[in-house]
């Protein structure tokens, strides 16, 4: 178990307090006065949610949701740190997302554009979406699934996805969702966490130009016998071959497609949970987080209109993230769909068959609202402008970020080439456990920093402290805390309460401590600086690995980098770096000149930051380990930093890559 309370073998004993505030960002860009002036949220909202939190959140509540029982008592924090929100409503999570669009007269407005990777396409409507998750839920119950039973879904990112968490929340039977990418192992393992009874899965789904199998992987998983799953719903979407237990195993399109439409939402109370989601599992062991049903709704629409400035008449909204993540579970099924948004659904790889896949589906659909992560971001620098640049992108005008800090020049690239220079771009911070967005800009409000998630949104409470808890003065580092309950706050970790209060309640009591490190600069603005886990010591100075990533991302022949602190005898850690180079940089690159652009780079980090911040060492690869949401595992490369045998590989995107990387460190 990761316990964030204590620092990890090898970093900062000391944590993130007193961090060292190095890196400097002059950049600033305000949002233009017209989009300034259509913008759904204006300074007047932090004005509101100050002058009286609670009204705010019911208020907010009350618009964005549907309640069949309206609620009386906004939170009951008397059993902290287990909130209770709105706690006497009751409300159906599928009948906000899909139901009541149609009756309002909206049944005819596309919910989902899907795109195969092989270019197969699907538009649903929402009368459509509404009636196949009624169907489905109708199936589901069939089935056995009743209120209150857990659903492990392990599917690729086909439009049955959405429908299949929807079909659960219509029943109130609270859905896991597993990544379609883990292995048979994870799967079994989440299976047995949440004791689900059913798994809905599909043959298989396309990546990178082939099939890939899915059904196999929960043969494999159940083939021990000791998972109380009773059914498998399967959906029908490569046509491989697949072993079938039929006293167990169902198609999809032979128990869905008959049923009626008229399955009624589950009424449920607003406490009702609604998912389990495992943890990313970056610094360890994937925790079991779970949400309820009207807190999480409630933010969710929240912050997907005000933070991408959704106009769900006009917009094209898409979100790149699996659905296995949390950011596919907030702003692809309940967000978007709850605000009665068109979105994009992709099924494949941004590369497949060519890189500029992604936005030529920008172009095709005429995507106004993009959402990614800085892992994509970086990769599509690394594979160079020209790219995106045979496409019509100008249909944009909101740009996210989510999943990790962004490097101030992989933000302004995003910006530049992919925003035209014209888009606001907002850098979200949040996590699984918080449901929803925390931090971020308002694109119409916020001078925008690159690097910067900036600020609390309004109704949200945040701060950075030192170690005893106390907030730190402007210009300085710390602990990211969140000091205020909020509507969609993880309600605790599956089955491991004594685990819930040890992560996140203990090490400052009474407040939310997020296993982040970040620094306030002098506008008080928020600079999210990494894990406390990852904070280097070198020679008594506290280092963030990020700022160091973004010294070398802003050298023009560094796409992406990587920062660990290995233990030296001098000075107590070194700062050792693992470089992806541009793709032009790569291909010039030759033996003689790699050791003079190695010792570039480590002169850049020194004039960028200081000297204490250059690296001992720099590696050049190709790949770096990575988890299945595309955020950096820097405790593998410690491992490799520090030659000891490569800790759990398990939630790794591909594992080959530390084979590639331990190699590369012997030569
Ligand atoms: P585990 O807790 O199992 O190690 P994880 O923390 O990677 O996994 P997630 O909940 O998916 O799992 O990720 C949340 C984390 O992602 C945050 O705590 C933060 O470290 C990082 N993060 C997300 N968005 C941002 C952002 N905009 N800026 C900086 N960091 C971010
Ligand atoms: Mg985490």
Redesign the pocket.
């Known amino acids: 178990m990761?316990d964030h309370t204590s620092a990890a073998p090898g970093s900062a004993e000391a944590g993130a307090g007193g961090l060292e505030n190095l890196l400097v960002e002059e950049r600033r860009f305000p949002p233009s006065p017209e989009f300034a002036a259509q913008a759904n949220a204006t300074a007047e909202l932090y004005d509101r949610a100050a002058a009286d939190r609670l009204g705010f959140w019911a208020e907010q509540a009350r618009e964005l949701l549907t309640w069949s029982t309206d609620f009386t008592e906004v939170l009951d924090w008397s059993d902290a740190p287990r909130a209770r929100w709105f706690g006497d409503g009751r409300l159906n999570a599928a009948y906000n997302a899909v139901d009541r669009h149609v009756e309002a007269g909206n049944g005819e407005r596309v919910a989902i554009h899907w795109e195969g990777e092989q270019g197969d396409t699907r538009t649903i409507t929402y009368a459509q979406l509404r009636d196949e998750v009624a169907r489905a839920a109708a199936a589901l119950a069939e089935l056995g699934v009743q209120t209150g039973d857990r659903v492990a879904i392990y599917l690729p990112m086909i439009p049955e996805a959405v429908v299949a968490m929807l079909a659960c929340a219509r029943i109130g039977a609270p859905h896991s969702v597993v990544f379609g990418g883990f292995s048979a192992e994870a799967l079994h393992t989440r299976i047995n966490d949440a004791s689900a009874k059913v798994v809905i899965t599909a043959d298989g789904g396309y990546r990178r130009g082939k099939p890939s199998a899915l059904k196999p992987a929960v043969d494999d998983a159940l083939a021990s016998g000791d998972t109380p799953v009773e059914k498998v719903l399967v959906v029908r979407r490569t046509g491989q071959d697949v072993a079938w237990h039929d006293d167990r195993d169902v198609w999809w399109d032979e128990i869905v497609p008959r049923q009626g439409t008229d399955f009624a939402p589950v009424d449920v109370e607003a406490e009702h949970p609604l998912f389990i989601l495992y943890?990313?599992?970056?610094?360890?062991k994937?925790?079991g987080i779970f949400h309820t049903t009207g807190g999480y709704l409630a933010q969710s629409a929240y912050t997907h209109k005000n933070v991408f400035d959704l106009k769900p008449e006009t917009d094209v909204y898409w979100c790149t993230a699996d659905i296995g993540?949390?950011t596919g579970h907030t702003y692809v099924t309940y967000g978007p769909l709850v605000n009665g948004a068109t979105q994009v659904m992709y099924e494949g790889t941004p590369d497949t068959p060519h890189k500029g896949r992604w936005w030529e589906i920008v172009e095709k659909y005429k995507v106004t609202i993009l959402y990614t992560a800085p892992t994509a971001i970086r990769t599509c620098m690394k594979w160079g402008e020209e790219e995106p640049g045979r496409f019509d992108l100008s249909s944009l005008r909101v740009l996210g970020?989510?999943?990790?800090?962004?490097n101030p020049e992989a933000w302004v690239w995003y910006r530049r080439v992919i925003g035209g220079d014209r888009t606001p771009v907002v850098?979200?911070?949040?996590?699984?456990?918080t449901g929803a967005i925390m931090i971020s800009p308002l694109p119409g409000v916020t001078a925008a920093k690159p690097g910067s998630?900036q600020t609390p949104l309004p109704g949200i409470s945040a701060d950075v402290v030192d170690e005893q808890g106390e907030a730190v003065p402007a210009g300085s580092g710390g602990y990211l805390v969140l000091t205020e309950p909020w509507p969609a706050m993880l309600r605790g970790i599956w089955g491991d309460e004594q685990r819930f209060h040890d992560t996140y309640w203990s090490r400052f009591p009474g407040i939310y401590f997020?296993?982040?490190g970040a620094k306030k600069d002098e506008d008080g603005d928020l600079w999210?600086l990494?894990?406390v886990d990852d904070v280097m010591n070198v020679s008594g100075h506290r280092l963030s690995t990020t700022e160091i990533e973004s010294a070398l991302v802003s050298h023009p022949t560094v796409a992406e980098a990587a920062v660990v602190g290995a233990s030296d005898d001098t000075t107590g850690q070194a700062v050792v770096a693992f470089v992806i180079l541009r793709g032009e940089a790569a291909a010039a690159a030759s033996e003689a000149s790699a050791e003079e652009h190695i010792a570039e780079l480590r002169a850049h980090v020194a004039k960028e930051i200081g000297p204490i911040a250059k690296p001992r060492s720099i590696l050049v690869v190709t790949e770096l380990p990575k988890?299945r949401?595309g955020?950096i595992m820097r405790r593998l490369l410690r491992d490799v930093a520090e030659k000891r045998t490569v800790g759990d590989v398990t939630t790794l995107a591909d594992s080959t890559v530390m084979d590639q990387i331990s190699a590369g460190m012997q030569k």
């Open positions: 990761v943890t990313s599992g970056t610094t360890g994937p925790k993540w949390v970020s989510v999943g990790e800090p962004i850098d979200t911070w949040w996590q699984t456990e998630a997020a296993g982040d999210v990494g894990r988890t949401s955020k």
